[in-house]
């Protein structure tokens, strides 16, 4: 599968998908931590991708989403934003208001990560 | 103000017409910046377009590193 449809892939199957710069754990860049915290605030579960092992990721992934930077948020296949949004939108109650809707208030907190990686056809 | 901060509170000014922009060099370095940009483009529109917009503007620097990091706060203004 292509690099292209791995990454629309996370995006379409995950509840939340983040593509971050480092983990979960290792966020490698302050502004991924800062959506990290909004989205752990916020109860939703984390499916994070590293866009660091290949820069094609970010290629591909920023050709999907029209948004040039990293982090980048994505909530039932929609981008909610990158690091500003995300938290201006926590801190407002909304971030919580739209994955209750998406997801239901029940849902589990999970964290894990994905790897994208281009394989032969 | 760095050269960077001025060129991109131009790139600003000039896309977002009838507005406010501020350009905050946040860590001194010349390349960390929050702009903070009040337009009646924004009227309407969604806070993703909204930010896109402004990442259109500042396409270039984006592009070639004058950027490293870029912090956006839009706010609409009634037409």
């Known amino acids: 599968m292509t690099l292209h449809d791995q990454i629309q892939q996370v995006i379409d199957d995950e509840p939340v998908a983040i ?16 959506a990290l915290q909004a989205l ?8 994070a991708v590293d866009i660091l092992p290949d820069p094609q990721i970010r290629v591909e992934l920023s050709a999907i989403s029209d948004w040039p930077t990293i982090p980048q948020v994505f909530v039932r296949g929609e981008l ?22 998406a997801l239901g208030a029940d849902r589990e907190q999970v964290v894990k990560t994905i790897a994208v990686v281009a394989t032969a056809a | 103000m760095s050269m960077a901060a001025d060129a991109i509170r131009s790139l600003l000014e000039q896309a977002f017409p009838g507005g406010t922009v501020d350009v905050l060099d946040r860590t001194g370095g010349g390349d960390h910046f929050q702009v903070i940009v009040e337009s009646p483009a924004f009227e309407g529109v969604s806070l993703v377009e909204q930010h896109r917009m402004v990442n259109r503007a500042l396409a270039a620097p984006l592009a070639d590193g004058t950027i490293h990091e870029l912090r956006i706060q839009t706010k609409g203004l009634p037409a």
């Open chain 1, 19 to 34: 593509f971050i710069k480092g983990t979960p754990d290792r966020p490698a860049c302050g502004n991924s931590l800062r």
């Open chain 1, 40 to 47: 752990r605030g916020a109860g939703a579960p984390i499916t």
């Open chain 1, 80 to 101: 909610i934003g990158g690091a500003d949004i995300t938290e201006q939108l926590h801190a407002s109650g909304e971030l919580e208001r739209k994955l209750d809707e």
